[in-house]
């Protein structure tokens, strides 16, 4: 079965650093992959997502991930962060029969001032 | 999102009660799923439906059942609520033919049920 892992469940960040999500999935296999975003006490946003045309992915505000096949990765990244970075994402995969989506556990970016 | 809407949006009910969720869409998609969010957990798929009277189980599927009997309606029901039900559930929607490849289309997700079983 397909496995998304996310390291780091809380990651803290000083607003202008780098921010550096990382996503690991399990399958030999690439499947589409998926980073969304959830503010607090809001649905699912959809930030970016891989669909083997390009490995280096832009999204909304900033952010860009990119596909690594030998790593099964699909780390999220941002330059610079900002306050209004402060959420909890996920990566996701889906691969296979019926299209579900895989979630990993999800990781909370906090920023700070 | 346009298109698909979950009632209620907000619930609390008592243990051992039924309770039913409900995602209605007007895209005239296929696929339909429901998940739960739970700290730590992330979102887990409950069980989803592939068509019409098409529904199959997902990874936490035990204590829920579903129906689909039109297309744009899937509901969740808790035969009988626990606490360990507790949760914030989420319908989303696809469908492989809306896109070329579908993937450029993906997923459209709903604003989520928020059930407390006291």
């Known amino acids: 079965a397909q496995s998304v892992t996310q390291l780091g469940s809380h990651v803290s960040v000083s607003e202008g650093a780098l921010v550096l999500l990382r996503c690991n999935y399990s399958s030999s296999v690439p499947p589409y992959l998926f980073w969304y975003v959830q503010y607090p006490n809001q649905g699912l946003q959809l930030l970016l997502k891989?669909?083997?045309?390009?490995?280096l992915v832009k999204g909304i505000n900033g952010f860009e991930a990119e596909f690594k096949k030998s790593e099964t990765s699909f780390h999220l990244t941002k330059p610079s962060a900002h306050m209004s970075d402060a959420a909890e994402y996920f990566c996701?995969?889906?691969?296979?029969?019926?299209?579900?989506?895989?979630f990993g556990k999800g990781t909370l970016l906090t920023v700070n001032p | 999102d346009a298109g698909i809407t979950q009632s209620p949006r907000h619930k609390v009910t008592e243990t051992g009660t039924p309770v039913t969720l409900r995602c209605h869409q007007t895209?005239?998609?296929?696929?339909m799923y429901w998940y739960r969010q739970d700290p730590g957990h992330g979102l887990r798929l409950i069980h989803y439906s592939y068509g019409v009277k098409d529904t199959d189980k997902g990874e936490v599927s035990d204590g829920y059942s579903v129906s689909r009997s039109k297309t744009e309606d899937f509901l969740l029901t808790l035969e009988s609520a626990t606490s360990s039900q507790t949760s914030v559930y989420f319908c989303a929607i696809s469908d492989p033919s809306k896109g070329t490849p579908w993937i450029d289309y993906g997923y459209t997700f709903g604003s989520g049920t928020r059930l407390t079983v006291v």
């Open positions: 996701a995969a889906s691969r296979g029969s019926n299209y579900k989506l895989t």
């Open positions: 895209e005239n998609h296929r696929y």
């Open positions: 891989y669909t083997s045309a390009a490995t």
